[in-house]
Nanobody, 118 residues
Framework: QVELVESGGGLVQPGGSLRLSCTAP????????MGWYRQAPGKQRELVAR???????MTADSVKGRFTISRDNAKNTAYLQMNNLKPEDTGVYYC????????????WGQGTQVTVSS
């Protein structure tokens, strides 16, 4: 069974920072793009950022300049550094693996809650 282990969510004040981590089995991690989705209350799930094994990144306009996706291939771990958090960033954040030759994610983490509130 494939398990993506997420950590790093929590409650922060506006302007604060969090770093999410996601670890996947090596045989999955090394041949997949890694990404982060989020689901805000009352809204559809949306792709926040994606990175391939070479470091090519895609970041949603809504978080560009504030969020940075990265990966450490030696540790089979992807990260989402979130700075200058806003209340509208609140939601459940999901780590995903994405095959190179099919777009839909094939594995999902359990989700971690991020709440931005005074």
């Amino acid at each position: 069974q494939v398990e993506l282990v997420e950590s790093g969510g929590g409650l922060v004040q506006p302007g604060g920072s969090l770093r999410l981590s996601c670890t996947a089995p090596r045989n999955i991690f090394e041949i997949r793009r890694m990404g982060w989705y989020r689901q805000a209350p009352g809204k559809q799930r949306e792709l926040v950022a994606r990175i391939n094994a070479s470091g090519i990144k895609m970041t949603a306009d809504s978080v560009k300049g504030r969020f940075t996706i990265s990966r450490d291939n030696a540790k089979n771990t992807a990260y989402l550094q979130m700075n200058n958090l806003k209340p509208e960033d609140t939601g459940v954040y999901y780590c995903v693996t994405i095959p190179y030759y099919s777009e839909p994610p094939d594995y999902w983490g359990q989700g971690t809650q991020v709440t931005v509130s005074s």
